[in-house]
Each structure stands twice: as structure tokens, then as C-alpha cells.
């Protein structure tokens, strides 16, 4: 039986651009899919084409068991969407936006007040309360977009990158927000440029480029697919390079990656702080002078690296946040 999310073969065209190019998704009841991918991937079609917004070109979607070319208005009943595309009204205070959705949705007067101030307590909001929507910080308005999105509660809900551009604090609180709505048992397709992000909240986890899924697996089956942890080394001097190259590809588990101008090389590992040691008693012993080393969990980038043989900036100018330090920057080349 397919899940309450699911989609086969879609396919969204726009001029020359395939933004989908045959999306197989299915999301079993009661749990997170994140649609994890760089910029211009196709996330934002498919949840446009799974949430009515757009038709697909070909291809078949069913949410909450209701096919959604030929019901889109059934389907709309069952679900939330929140995101690129929210609507908040900006003169509107956030209590007034919520009561108005909480009206949109046949709520009776009293019945839309107190979902209101029920959703504004929750999401942290209260004391913003009856300010109007314009003046709130970007994480407040990610919240009221997502406080909107839940006031009927839907069975089914859609995020479009509900953290990107916010700052870590506040998208630690929407992770507590959305953990907390998915432990009531509320479907959820999110999609997110964070590897983090997915880890964090998703069971499931679908990878796309070019508007393709390709790869499917829990987080723990990605990263033991892109090799597990790394070990990232920024040696000294520029003509060790090449010398502590040699070290790491004896010692780790896949191609190591050199970043010349930062002298940083990074080499994914199986073996965690043990083989740290190890790495750093074998450069000592060739008397190579290290600035910094560490063991980190993959990123996308080392996710996409694996999976596709480029990094997820490809994608375009904008496929990283200003506030997202943890991707690395600059031009890197796998050494084979
Ligand atoms: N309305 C549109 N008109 C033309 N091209 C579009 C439109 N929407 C999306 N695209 C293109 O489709 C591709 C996928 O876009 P999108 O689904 O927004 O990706 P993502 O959400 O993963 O960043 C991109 O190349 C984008 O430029
Ligand atoms: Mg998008």
C-alpha cells in the first residue's frame, strides 16, 4: 500500500529546464522524508506538484490517499504546507494572521482565538503577539509561517527549507518544534539543503540533483555510503602537501580531498579517534608540522562528493547560507 506520500515517475518540465525528471517518492504514515539537495535540485517543484501549486507534466501523486491531479481540492482539505512560499500577511499581527487562517479553515470566532494563542505560546511568540508580521526577525517569521501551517493540524504536512537562512539558535527551536509535531504522528516531507538538518529530524532520507533522486536510505546508510567520519588535517607548510597526502591515503578509506590554498586535506575514515591518534603520530614521524586536525562528521558536500563526483555549490551561486559555517569553501579536487 503506498504511504501518504507518494509519488512515481514525476516529471516537471519549464522551457528547457527538467526541473523533475521522473520523482519516485513514498513516505509511509507517521514518518519525515527529507528531500535533501542543493539549490535548483527540483525540492521546491516537487512539493509544489505534491501540494496542488503546480501540475506535473506526467507522473502520478497521491497525498493522504487522494490522487492529487484529479482531486487537488480533497487533497488540499488533508494538508499544511510551509515555506518559500508561505503566506503571511505582512500588516497583519502575527495573533491576526493566525485567526485569519484559523477562519480560511471554517474555524468558528472563538474557536480561531484561542488556536491562535494556543500556536503563538508554542512557537515563542506571545510577547510579539500584536506586532504586525514586518517587524518580526526572520526566525520569528519562519515560525509564525510554520504556527500557520498548523492551525487545523493536518494529517500531511510539506516544509520548503523551513531553517535555510536562519541562525543556529533559531533553528535549533524549530527542530524542537518539528520533532514535537512529528511525534503526534503528523506526516512530513521537508526538504533542506542541510545534511544536519535531515539527520536531525528525517527517518528517511532522498537525495536529489537535477531533479533526479539519487539515493534513498536512512542518514546512517548515507554516510556509511560516503564513507563514514572524516578526518580533516591543515598542515603547516605548503610543501608538506603532497607528504601528508601519502599519509592519509594509507590510512583512510576512500580518495582524499586537498584544498592547496588553505592547505586543508580531508579523508574520510573508519576507526574515529584512534586512527586521529594514528594520523597524527605517522605525520609527526615525518616531521610534518600540522596548524589543525580533526574528526568531522560528513556534509553534504561530502555526500554529493561521493554520490554525483561534484561538490553541491555547483548548483549554483546561492547553494549555501551565510550563516552555515560547517560546509567548506573554495574549489576542492578528489586525489585518486
Ligand atoms: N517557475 C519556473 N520557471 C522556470 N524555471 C523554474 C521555475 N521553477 C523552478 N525552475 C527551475 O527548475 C529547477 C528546479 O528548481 P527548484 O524546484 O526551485 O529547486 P530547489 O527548490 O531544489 O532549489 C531550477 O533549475 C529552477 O531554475
Ligand atoms: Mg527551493
Known sequence: MPGAIYAEGLVKTFGDVKALDGVDLDVPEGTVLGLLGPNGAGKTTAVRCLTTLLRP???KAVVAGVDVRRHPD???????????????????????????VGRLYQLRPKAAKARAVELLEQFHLADAADRPAKTYS??????????????????????DEPTTGLDPRNRQQLWEVIKHLVSGGTTLLLTTQYLEEADHLAHDIA???????????????????TGGERVEVVVHEREHIATAAQVLRGLGKGDTTVEEHTRKLTVPVTGGAKLLAEIIRELDGRGIEIDDIGLRRPTLDDVFLSLTGHVAEAAGPDARDEDDESRPQGGKEAVK
Open 57 to 59: 507534466d506526467s507522473g
Open 74 to 100: 480533497t487533497v488540499r482539505r488533508s494538508i499544511g504546507l510551509s515555506g518559500q512560499f508561505a503566506a503571511v500577511d505582512e500588516y497583519l499581527t502575527g495573533r491576526e494572521n493566525l485567526q485569519m
Open 138 to 159: 526572520g526566525g520569528m517569521r519562519r515560525r509564525l509561517d510554520l504556527a500557520a501551517a498548523l492551525v487545523v493540524s493536518p494529517p500531511v504536512m510539506f516544509m
Open 207 to 225: 537525495v536529489v540533483d537535477h531533479g533526479r533522486v539519487i539515493a534513498k536510505g536512512t542518514s546512517d546508510q548515507l554516510k556509511a555510503r
